[in-house]
């Protein structure tokens, strides 16, 4: 039969706004996330981190927010350029046997110019 | 680029074939990690090795063998795959593994399984 390729959710925004990218975790002892960006052709690129003991963390452009009660992660990215086009994934580590770094599903963002 | 470099960029094989899939850090890292990205699933962790040693194999079918013989170097042995195997295949490597680990990754094998 056909087959279905995973269906990432897109976002689509103007050169010049900002973004937000959201993501739900599924463990709740998860105690550090990360977000990776990753463009066509190339493997996943950390952008930024937070630790579960924090809520905001910002950096060049970017920051992100973590809200435990909810188990949801955003990414907000200010003033999107061209070259911030890319698949975004989240990914919790957390202890399970070992720690691992899981990761979401991916969001598809397209910058348009 | 991430200091991780894959070879083959892009590999194509019969399901009799043998093949393998390289991997090379030059950050020092102790910690090194196979990752599988297909259409159909995000990326699934197939096999972690923290300095050399194996320390996680997430129900890796037979048919892939990883090989560390240092902590600079990783493969991933392929033999008898299917065709849904077929898919970017993503090294990376990490300081150490535990809590807070970092991941660097390089480009990938995007392997076809005919």
């Known amino acids: 039969g056909e087959s279905v390729g995973l269906h990432l959710p897109t976002l689509s925004v103007q050169e010049g706004d900002n973004s937000i990218i959201n993501c739900a975790y599924s463990?709740?002892?998860?105690?550090?996330f990360i977000w990776y960006k990753q463009e066509s052709g190339k493997g996943p690129q950390f952008i930024i981190d937070?630790?579960?003991?924090?809520d905001k963390r910002q950096g060049q452009r970017v920051t992100v927010l973590l809200n435990k009660t909810v188990k949801h992660l955003s990414l907000q990215i200010a003033a999107t350029q061209p070259g911030d086009s890319a698949v975004y994934f989240c990914?919790?580590?957390?202890?399970?046997?070992?720690?691992?770094?899981?990761f979401g599903a991916g969001t598809r963002l397209f910058v348009k110019a | 680029e991430t200091g991780v470099t894959q070879t083959p960029r892009h590999l194509v094989m019969g399901m009799t074939n043998k093949k393998s899939l390289k991997c090379e850090q030059h950050?020092?890292?102790?910690?090194m990690y196979w990752y599988k990205q297909s259409a159909k699933k995000p990326l699934e962790l197939m096999f972690v090795y923290n300095f050399k040693e194996q320390t996680e194999n997430n129900s890796v079918p037979s048919r892939f063998s990883p090989e560390c013989p240092n902590s600079s170097h990783l493969f991933l042995h392929l033999h008898t795959l299917q065709p849904e195997d077929s898919a970017l295949y993503l090294c990376?490597?990490?300081?150490?593994?535990?809590?807070?680990?970092?991941?660097?990754f390089g480009s990938g094998t995007q392997l076809s399984v005919l």
């Open positions: 990914a919790e580590n957390s202890n399970g046997g070992g720690f691992k770094t899981i």
């Open positions: 463990n709740s002892a998860s105690d550090y």
């Open positions: 937070i630790r579960s003991n924090m």
């Open positions: 990376a490597s990490s300081p150490k593994t535990g809590p807070s680990e970092k991941l660097f």
């Open positions: 950050l020092g890292h102790n910690a």
